[in-house]
């Protein structure tokens, strides 16, 4: 167990429909980072969050959005979804804003649209 | 921007036999290196980091890594591969200061008995 939680762990929905996977941090981790992978696209940056706040943002779609409860918390929403946004999503944390101790990963979220 | 390669989709070694996979990135400054290993159905788990310091970073699992600013390289070693080395590994760069990792495509390493 990394410490990190995903939930859930998969996830199956129809085209057009909204979704939101959850994510919490490692205990003392303020980062918190989503990627999607594909095996087209391999592992992409989508937003990152510190303490609360928008930090960095990558390739994320605009029907895509994220937000950081107080809690630490985050949730990543994907709606309109279309078949090739079917992925593995992972959070991942890390003590600071810099991630430079590297990040830890939750187990991931694969997301199947039908 | 900075980006990296990775070498050879897919590597194939016995058991015994030295584990090499290949990593070079690209970077406009210092780069802070990684490498991750994710096993089936798992999440990516930190093998070894470079940021700053001596240029051999040794991880676990007996992994170790060179930093070579010369040939832009990280490249992953292990002397003997396990069965249990068998899974995907991924290197990863993030500029110094920069928040985001950028990942490479990533190498299925196969260990046969």
């Known amino acids: 167990d990394s410490g990190v939680t995903q939930t859930p762990k998969h996830l199956i929905t129809a085209t057009g429909q909204r979704v939101t996977l959850r994510c919490s941090p490692r205990s003392g981790d303020l980062s918190v980072y989503w990627y999607q992978q594909s095996l087209d696209q391999g592992l992409q940056f989508l937003i990152q969050y510190y303490n609360g706040e928008e930090r960095a943002k990558g390739n994320i779609l605009e029907r895509f959005s994220a937000q950081q409860f107080p809690d630490l918390h985050s949730e990543l929403n994907l709606s309109s979804l279309e078949l090739g946004d079917s992925a593995l999503y992972f959070c991942?944390?890390?003590?600071?804003?810099?991630?430079?101790?590297?990040?830890?990963f939750g187990s991931g979220t694969r997301l199947t649209v039908v | 921007a900075q980006s990296v390669t990775q070498l050879g989709s897919h590597v194939s070694v016995s058991e015994g036999a030295l584990v090499l996979l290949r990593c070079n990135y690209s970077s406009s400054v210092p780069p802070y290196l990684f490498w991750y290993v994710q096993y089936p159905n798992q999440g990516l788990q930190l093998l070894l980091k470079?940021?700053?310091?001596?240029?051999l970073v040794k991880g676990i699992n007996g992994f170790e890594a060179e930093f070579k600013k010369s040939e832009t390289s990280f490249h992953l070693t292990k002397p003997s591969a396990h069965m249990s080395d068998a899974a995907e590994y991924f290197c990863a760069v993030s500029r110094s200061g920069s928040e985001k990792l950028v990942f490479g495509k990533g190498t299925k390493l196969t260990v046969n008995p």
């Open positions: 470079y940021t700053t310091g001596a240029t």
């Open positions: 991942a944390s890390s003590v600071g804003g810099r991630g430079l101790r590297g990040y830890t």
